[in-house]
Every structure is written in structure tokens, then in C-alpha cells.
């Protein structure tokens, strides 16, 4: 089976700009979530998704929105960059399903290092 | 308050010795999920072992073992003979079984890692 799959690895856009970041989960799986990895704090919940709906949503600004598609493809925009959104950018899978599935790991893929400059 | 704590930032091995890496947590959910990844310098996250709240006996999935004190909130992760391939960041995380309008909470809450290097 093939693994979470991000597109691109590696992005460097400037101030202001705008950026879209792409997630292929697991086959099966029906939850991406994405996470923002920075030096100074970690690992941090953005957002995720399950069947096309937003279940959850991190502390950040509306800068930062996603979606996913019917085949559990999501994807990740952010709006007027600022230097500090320079990250990693982690998207993740699960099968997310069932009141006793949070016990399911969460599947990454190997991330969109962005630099913003 | 941070609710995954991981108060090494960093830890030496050396090849072939066990290492045991520390994580407490808080919460005040009854259910709740423990995971621990390794991180590798190539970026990507992998999953190792999961500990749930309500599993009596301590996770093992073959090199690593799960020291789980509930009473003690306590997750940590053994390492047993270490490798040169072992050298990486290591997180713990929790997901806590809450509700929101969406249904369960699959959000998991990362502690800040630890970096651990293994000696030859």
C-alpha cells in the first residue's frame, strides 16, 4: 500500500504571496489531517478533514484553510504569507472511522518544507 | 498548561544498550490514546507504538516497549538494543477521546521531542 503522499517537498515563495500544498493519503483512509512543524513551536494541529467536512480546527488564522476532495485528497492554502509561516508542513492519514478508532495512528507523509522570504 | 511534556531534550546512547525516553501527560479524560514517533533528519513522521488508557498490560512492538504508569500519567518509551539508525527525534503524543460537532477527536497533541543520538 502506498504511504501519505505531499506534493510539493520543497516551496520557497515570498511575503505576501500565496501557497497551495497537496495531501494523497493512504487508500482506504478517510482523515487527513495537516500540522505546521517550526523550530520554536513544534508541532502544532491545523486542521483536519474527514469525507469532505472540516471536523477540527487549530488556533490559526484564517490565513490558513483547507478542503478535501471526494477521493480523500486534501489540500492546504495559505494567503498572504508572512516570514513566519516558514515550516514543515505535515499531512497525515487515518482510517478515522468508529467511536473506538481513536486508537488509530495517524499515518504522515514526508512533508512541504516551505520558506517564505 | 502544556499537555504532553517531554522534559529531555536531548539523549546519548551507545550502540546495543536500551535507552528509555520520558513523557507525561495531562489530561482529565477517562479515554485517551498515547502514540510515540520517530523522526528522522529526512523530515518524515513513523509511527512506533500506541497505548491506550484503558490497556492493562505495557505496549511492545518489538524493539520498543511502552512504560505506562496511569496513576503517574506517565508514558515512556524503551528502546532496547539500540542502533547507529536509532538517531532521530522522538515524540510523544496523546489524542484525548472528546467530542466536538464533528464527532470524535482525532487531533493529536505533540510534546516539543527529544533528540536522540546513538553512539558506535
Known amino acids: 500500500k502506498a504511504g501519505v503522499t505531499q506534493t510539493p517537498r520543497y516551496l520557497i515563495k515570498t511575503r505576501g504571496q500565496q501557497v497551495t500544498l497537496s495531501c494523497s493519503p493512504i487508500s482506504g483512509h478517510r482523515s487527513v489531517s495537516w500540522y505546521q512543524q517550526t523550530p520554536g513551536q513544534g508541532l502544532q494541529f491545523l486542521f483536519e478533514?474527514?469525507?469532505?467536512?472540516?471536523?477540527n480546527k487549530g488556533n490559526f488564522p484564517g490565513r490558513f484553510s483547507g478542503r478535501q476532495f471526494s477521493n480523500s485528497r486534501s489540500e492546504m492554502n495559505v494567503s498572504t504569507l508572512e516570514l513566519g509561516d516558514s515550516a514543515l508542513y505535515l499531512c497525515a492519514s487515518s482510517s478515522g472511522q468508529g467511536s473506538s478508532s481513536y486508537n488509530s495512528p495517524l499515518h504522515f507523509g514526508n512533508g512541504t518544507r516551505l520558506t517564505v522570504t | 498548561a502544556q499537555k504532553i511534556t517531554q522534559t529531555q531534550p536531548g539523549m546519548f546512547v551507545q550502540e546495543k544498550e536500551a535507552v528509555t525516553l520520558d513523557c507525561t501527560y495531562d489530561t482529565s479524560d477517562q479515554s485517551y490514546g498515547l502514540f510515540w514517533y520517530k523522526q528522522p533528519s529526512s523530515g518524515e513522521m513513523i509511527f512506533l507504538i500506541y497505548?491506550?488508557?484503558?490497556?492493562?498490560q505495557n505496549a511492545t512492538e518489538g524493539r520498543y516497549s511502552l512504560n505506562f504508569q496511569k496513576a503517574r500519567k506517565s508514558a515512556n518509551l524503551v528502546i532496547s538494543a539500540s542502533q547507529l539508525g536509532d538517531s532521530a527525534m522522538y515524540f510523544c503524543a496523546m489524542r484525548e477521546h472528546s467530542f466536538n460537532s464533528g464527532g470524535s477527536n482525532y487531533k493529536l497533541t505533540f510534546g516539543k521531542g527529544t533528540l536522540l543520538t546513538v553512539n558506535p
Open positions: 478533514y474527514f469525507s469532505e467536512t472540516q471536523r
Open positions: 497505548q491506550g488508557s484503558y490497556d492493562e
